[in-house]
Nanobody, 129 residues
Framework: QVQLAESGGGLVQAGGSLRLSCAASGRTFRRFLMGWFRQAPGKEREFVAGIIWGGGTSDYSNSAKGRFTISDDTARSTIYLQMHSLKPEDTAVYYC??????????????????????WGQGTQVTVSS
């Protein structure tokens, strides 16, 4: 069983930065796909960024491109989401998600909530104006 634990959320002023971490445990993560999603009050959970574990390939939502960076540290079984130039509309609970790729050699990041099997509990990010 895979466990995902997010950390790093908090309150930040608009224009500020935060780095979220997601520690993964429970198995080896070869062929795993990892993603960050977020959910604001009254809204659906949405894709923010994703990465192929250990493979370097990443993908971002339009709102995240140019401001957020997803990365992984395979030695620590941890993925990160570095967020810069934060805006009040980035306020949400941020979730880490994972799944094993169907492909022997993963080539794409999954962007849909239902495509992921494992989820963390979430970490709150609040951006004040």
């Amino acid at each position: 069983q895979v466990q995902l634990a997010e950390s790093g959320g908090g309150l930040v002023q608009a224009g500020g930065s935060l780095r979220l971490s997601c520690a993964a445990s429970g198995r080896t993560f070869r062929r795993f796909l990892m993603g960050w999603f977020r959910q604001a009050p009254g809204k659906e959970r949405e894709f923010v960024a994703g990465i192929i574990w250990g493979g370097g390939t990443s993908d971002y939502s339009n709102s995240a491109k140019g401001r957020f960076t997803i990365s992984d540290d395979t030695a620590r079984s941890t993925i990160y989401l570095q967020m810069h130039s934060l805006k009040p509309e980035d306020t949400a609970v941020y979730y880490c998600a994972g799944r094993r790729s169907r492909a022997v050699i993963p080539t794409r990041v999954y962007r849909i909530v239902n495509e992921y099997d494992y989820w963390g509990q979430g970490t709150q990010v609040t951006v004040s104006s």
